[in-house]
C-alpha cells in the first residue's frame, strides 16, 4: 500500500475565495472535503486534480481511516463540456476491499461515491470535496528586520543580465525572460525567502512543465517544477538534484503562488583554502518542513562555479519556462 507524504495543515489556512488566473481552467487543483454519510463521517478523503489537456485531466485521491493511513491512488478521467468526468475500480485494503470510484466536478466541487463492489445493493458512500486554495504561512512575508531586500518587486538594480534582464510584470513580480539571471551583490549564510509561481503548461511533461530553479550561492540549486500531484523526487520540486528528495509533498498547482523557505549554511574554509566543514540546509516549502538539514558535499550542477566558496550571489535559473518570482530577501546568519 502506498502512503502519503505527510502534509502539515495545521501550518497553512485554506480558502476556496481566491481570483483566478486568466488561464486557469477551474478543475486543476487541491479538493478537501468528506464523506457526507454517516457511515463514511469519520473517513478521510481529499484529491488533487492535474490538468494534461483540455479534455483529459489525472487524479490522485486519498482515501482511508485517517490521513496517515490513507491509500493514494492516481488515474486518468476525461473532461466532457466542462465538466471532469473520473471513474475506476480500486482497491482500499483498510478499507476492506474493492470498491467502485465515481466522481466528477463541476463549478469547482467534486461529487461522488465510493461504492463497495462485493454490496452491488448498496447505495454506496458519497462524498463532497471543494477546490481550495493553501495559503503558506510566510506568503506576502515582510522582510525579517535586519535583512537585505534582494527584489521587491520593482527594482532590478542588484541583478545583472546574464546575458539579458527578466521582465517585470507589473504586480510586484518578475518572470523569466530567456536567460538566467543572478544577483550583483553575494550573500552567505542565512535565512532566504523567495516566492515563486510555475506557469500552466497542461500538455507539457516532465521537465517541460514549469522549470526553474533557486541557486543559492549561486552553487546549490533548489528545484523549482510543476510537480503538483507526482510523488517528490530529487530532480521534481523541492528537491536538491542528485543529493535529496522532499521529506513531504508540499506542492502546490501551478498558477499558486508558493514560498521556500531556506535556511542555509556556507561551507567553511581553512586558511590555505582547504573545505573544514560542508554546506548544509534546511528547507520550508509552503511552511511544510520537505529537507531537515542537509549536508552538501559539493555544488548541484548548472551553477555559476563548481569551486564552493562562504559567499556567492543568488542565482534564478531560466530552463525556459515562464516561472515568476517575487518578494525575495535574505537575513544574514547572527
Wanted: hydrophobic content about 40%; proline content about 6%; aromatic content about 10%.
Amino acid at each position: 500500500m502506498k502512503r502519503i507524504f505527510p502534509v502539515l495543515a495545521v501550518l497553512m489556512m485554506m480558502t476556496s475565495i481566491t481570483i483566478a488566473a486568466e488561464d486557469d481552467d477551474m478543475i486543476m487543483g487541491n479538493y478537501h472535503g468528506a464523506f457526507t454519510n454517516t457511515n463514511g463521517a469519520n473517513r478521510y478523503i481529499r484529491a488533487q486534480v492535474i490538468a494534461q489537456s483540455k479534455t483529459v485531466h489525472r487524479i490522485v485521491v486519498f482515501i482511508g481511516e485517517n490521513e496517515a493511513s490513507a491509500t493514494r491512488l492516481a488515474f486518468p478521467g476525461k473532461v466532457v463540456e466542462g465538466v471532469a468526468l473520473f471513474k475506476k475500480a480500486i482497491t482500499l485494503p483498510a478499507l476492506g476491499g474493492k470498491f467502485n470510484f465515481e466522481a466528477h466536478i463541476e463549478n469547482e466541487t467534486m461529487t461522488g461515491t465510493l461504492h463497495p463492489q462485493e454490496k452491488r445493493r448498496s447505495k454506496g458512500e458519497p462524498f463532497e470535496l471543494k477546490r481550495v486554495f493553501i495559503e503558506p504561512p510566510t506568503r506576502g512575508m515582510v522582510p525579517a528586520e535586519e535583512a537585505v531586500v534582494i527584489f521587491d518587486g520593482t527594482n532590478i538594480s542588484n541583478w545583472e543580465r546574464y546575458p539579458l534582464h527578466w521582465c517585470l510584470n507589473g504586480e510586484n513580480a518578475m518572470k523569466v525572460c530567456g536567460c538566467n539571471f543572478k544577483t550583483i551583490d553575494e550573500y552567505g549564510s542565512g535565512l532566504y525567502h523567495i516566492e515563486f509561481q510555475t506557469p500552466f503548461m497542461p500538455t507539457e511533461r516532465g521537465q517541460g512543465r514549469g522549470n526553474s530553479g533557486v541557486y543559492l550561492l549561486g552553487r546549490y540549486e533548489v528545484q523549482v517544477l510543476d510537480t503538483f500531484g507526482v510523488e517528490p523526487a530529487d530532480n521534481f520540486c523541492g528537491g536538491i538534484y542528485s543529493f535529496a528528495t522532499p521529506i513531504a509533498d508540499a506542492i502546490l498547482p501551478p498558477l499558486q503562488w508558493q514560498t521556500y523557505d531556506i535556511t542555509f549554511t556556507a561551507p567553511t574554509f581553512d586558511d590555505a583554502g582547504a573545505k573544514v566543514s560542508n554546506a548544509h540546509i534546511h528547507v520550508l516549502h509552503n511552511g511544510i518542513l520537505i529537507h531537515d538539514n542537509v549536508e552538501l558535499d559539493s555544488g548541484t550542477p548548472g551553477g555559476v562555479s563548481d569551486q564552493e566558496a562562504t559567499k556567492g550571489p543568488l542565482l534564478l535559473q531560466d530552463h525556459g519556462n515562464q516561472v515568476q518570482y517575487r518578494n525575495i530577501w535574505f537575513k544574514p546568519a547572527e
